[in-house]
């Protein structure tokens, strides 16, 4: 992927199948689709960690390999009684930060990240009106079943958030990179990453639809096993 600058994958730790889907690329550069990720990071007694989720083997895009969680932006994810549940960031400042003034706006994209993410490893980043975090889904199997209805399309994420008794603090969510897909990849996503940091010992679920693995790792650990 490519953004403002370049970086540089060993062959060696590209996932598998991934230099076949590109040796014979399309002749006109597919348009990509806006996307959002979002890492999520998190506090121990060893340091900070962050959340890694491993694609199916059987995905249609970089199969087997180790993500943040994060996905398309949907058009559900600007609509104005879901942006009424999000507190210390509005459409203005949303746009601001990422630059952006086209569609989709750029306030969709953070809850794109945001609700991957709890559709992904069940970890939703929220407040309850307590101001405490929410469980997550492998600690609490009704969170769990918001998740499931979500994913299924049953919900949207505003009727998620409001079944779960949650809103989002925006501030605790950084914008922190634009990266897009290189030309030759016949699938391109225009992404836009985030992070957020969750409790202590948050768990999250593996959905077996899309991911194999959830794995926390150190940053340093990420970078020489990965």
């Known amino acids: 992927m490519s953004g403002s ?4 994958i060993p062959f060696r730790n590209l996932p598998a199948g991934f230099a076949e889907t590109i040796a014979d690329p399309p ?3 597919v348009t990509p689709v806006p996307a959002a990720t979002i890492v999520l990071l998190r506090d121990e007694e060893a340091g900070l960690e962050l959340l890694l989720m491993r694609r ?3 995905s249609g895009f970089v199969p087997g390999a180790y993500v943040f969680p994060g996905g398309r932006v949907d058009k559900p994810d600007s609509l104005p009684e879901l942006v009424s549940l ?3 960031l509005d459409r203005d400042s949303a746009e601001k930060r990422l630059g952006k003034s086209e569609e989709p706006p750029a306030i969709a994209y953070y809850f794109a990240a945001l609700r991957e993410a709890f559709e992904e490893t069940g970890i939703l980043i929220g407040v309850q009106k307590d101001g405490s975090a929410p469980a997550t889904a492998a600690e609490d199997s009704s969170v769990d079943e918001i998740r499931d209805a979500l994913m299924r399309e049953r919900i949207n994420f505003h009727e998620a958030l409001q079944q779960l008794g949650c809103r989002i603090t925006g501030d605790k969510v950084e914008y922190i990179a634009h990266w897009i897909t290189p030309e030759p990849e016949p699938r391109r996503y225009d992404t836009r990453f985030f992070a957020a940091k969750v409790h202590s010992g948050a768990t999250p679920i593996v959905d077996r639809r899309e991911m194999t693995e959830a794995l926390w790792i150190s940053p340093q650990a990420a970078l020489t096993r990965l």
């Open 56 to 58: 199916s083997p059987k």
């Open 86 to 88: 999000l507190d210390n």
């Open 5 to 8: 600058g370049e970086f540089v």
């Open 27 to 29: 002749t006109v550069p």
